[in-house]
């Protein structure tokens, strides 16, 4: 189940940060930090994700 995680973190992660970038720049906050600080909550936040689906994944089979 970790591989499955971390293969789906590959594209859950890019996801999820590219969403926090687009997000905070659609806000208005287009100077470095904000767009570092909401790319890598979306990267975090794919772990928990990405482990939820993988689990989900692997009671299925």
Do not use: N
């Amino acid at each position: 189940m970790f591989r499955l995680t971390l293969i789906l973190h590959l594209f859950i992660g890019s996801t999820l940060a590219g969403s926090g970038v687009i997000a905070s720049l659609t806000m208005g906050y287009d100077t470095l930090t904000p767009i570092l600080i909401a790319a890598a909550v979306g990267f975090l936040i794919a772990f928990r994700v990405s482990a939820m689906i993988a689990k989900v994944l692997t009671s299925q089979s």
